[in-house]
């Protein structure tokens, strides 16, 4: 089936500094991602919608200068979070989909920050 | 906002059926019910979806009223590594996935 990979699956960075999040579709296009946040016993939150070759779609609440998305081609989205500060600790996840196939949507495995 | 309500947790046996429910009154025509799943620091797990008709797949039955309105999820012979966070969505493909608060199910051996 399609696999979606998020990279790296983990990262510790410093407050004050960005990190980059990638998310690939492996074995199909994705002309739309979603990005989700998932704070400690909560659920999935969408943050944004990717969307190739535009500007992303963003929840209200999600500042789009501090989760920057670029969706530079059909199978890859990134999401950098700029300014990194420890309440932005989170475990972050990509979603894409396969439209022209009309199937389910997949997951990547996660990646969780943590701000120091 | 989700549109499904479910239990927040639930307990079964190993080896027994687990059957986890979903309420979800307010489904439009044209939305499906899919079911994930999240094992702990895991992304979603994709496990079946319907419209009408019951489904079942190698993972799960997918058991929807004629009424539309509630469905159940069943894992035939649950595992300890069925241990896991399920969401119930209604979903008509097109608008990103809500997840609700979804079920806890833990497996005791």
């Known amino acids: 089936g399609a696999v979606v990979s998020q990279h790296p699956s983990w990262v510790i960075c410093k407050s004050g500094t960005s990190v980059k999040i990638e998310c690939r579709s492996l074995?199909?296009?994705?002309?739309?991602m979603f990005w989700y946040r998932q704070f400690p016993k909560q659920s999935l939150m969408l943050m944004a919608t990717?969307?190739?070759?535009?500007?992303?779609?963003?929840e209200q609440g999600v500042e789009k200068d501090k989760f920057l998305i670029n969706h530079a081609s059909l199978t890859l989205s990134t999401l950098t979070v700029t300014s990194a500060h420890p309440e932005d600790s989170s475990f972050y996840i990509c979603?894409?989909?396969?439209?022209?196939?009309?199937?389910?949507?997949?997951f990547g495995q996660g990646t969780r920050l943590t701000v120091v | 906002d989700a549109k499904t309500t479910q239990p927040p947790s639930m307990d079964c046996a190993e080896g027994r059926a687990a059957n986890l429910p979903c309420n979800h009154s307010?489904?439009?025509?044209?939305?499906?019910v899919y079911w994930y799943r999240q094992i702990h620091s895991q992304g979603p797990q994709y496990i079946i979806h319907?419209?009408?008709n019951n489904e079942t797949n190698e993972m799960a039955s997918l058991i929807i009223t004629e009424d539309r309105k509630s469905s159940t999820l069943i894992l035939p012979h649950a595992t300890l590594r069925d241990t896991a966070v399920y969401y119930c969505?209604?979903?008509?493909?097109?608008?990103?996935?809500?997840f609700g608060k979804g079920t806890r199910l833990s497996v005791i051996a």
């Open positions: 990717s969307n190739e070759g535009s500007k992303a779609t963003y």
């Open positions: 319907g419209l009408k």
């Open positions: 969505i209604a979903y008509s493909g097109n608008t990103p996935l809500v």
């Open positions: 979603s894409a989909r396969d439209w022209s196939m009309d199937t389910e949507a997949f």
């Open positions: 074995d199909f296009q994705a002309t739309t």
């Open positions: 307010t489904i439009s025509g044209n939305e499906y």
